[in-house]
């Protein structure tokens, strides 16, 4: 699938969440080999966006925990934060919002069957994380990974 196939507008209104910057989302949509693939200079994957996604996704997962949960110590807490912030739990929610039918992928991962890969549907779902934090700031983060992760 090329660019200019993707819709971004069901994409965005699928996710509850509309771009300012529609580079953004396209740039968290962008697998490494799709972005080697391509004759369009400036073209950037999805790997910075997806750390950090990882890292916004951590932080409010642990204070959405600790303020819902103020009677679970540390340990208990980590472990529920674990079963919410895990690949498979990832690739799960991409298949809700149908995330596989916008990647941006290069013809071998293709071939491979990359769009049902669940690493890369989680890393493209922790680049949209990245990419609402980026362009709407830390309360759209927030309310992004309520609505589609917790």
Not at 47 to 75: N, V, W
Not at 84 to 111: H, I, M, P, T
């Amino acid at each position: 699938m090329g660019i200019n196939k993707i819709d971004l507008a069901a994409l965005e209104q699928t996710l509850n969440y509309q771009f300012k910057d529609k580079n953004l989302l396209l740039q968290a949509l962008t697998h490494t080999t799709f972005a080697y693939e391509s004759q369009k200079e400036n073209l950037n994957d999805n790997q910075r966006l997806e750390f950090l996604g990882d890292s916004i996704l951590t932080m409010i997962t642990a204070d959405y925990l600790y303020k819902k949960h103020p009677e679970c110590a540390e340990g208990e807490l980590t472990h529920r934060r674990s079963l919410l912030v895990n690949r498979d739990n990832f690739a799960k929610k991409a298949k809700e919002v149908n995330l596989s039918q916008y990647l941006l992928l290069g013809k071998g991962e293709e071939k491979l069957g990359g769009r049902e890969n669940s690493t890369n549907l989680s890393c493209a779902l922790e680049a949209i994380i990245g990419a609402v934090y980026l362009d709407g700031g830390f309360e759209q983060a927030y309310k992004f990974v309520k609505l589609i992760i917790i």
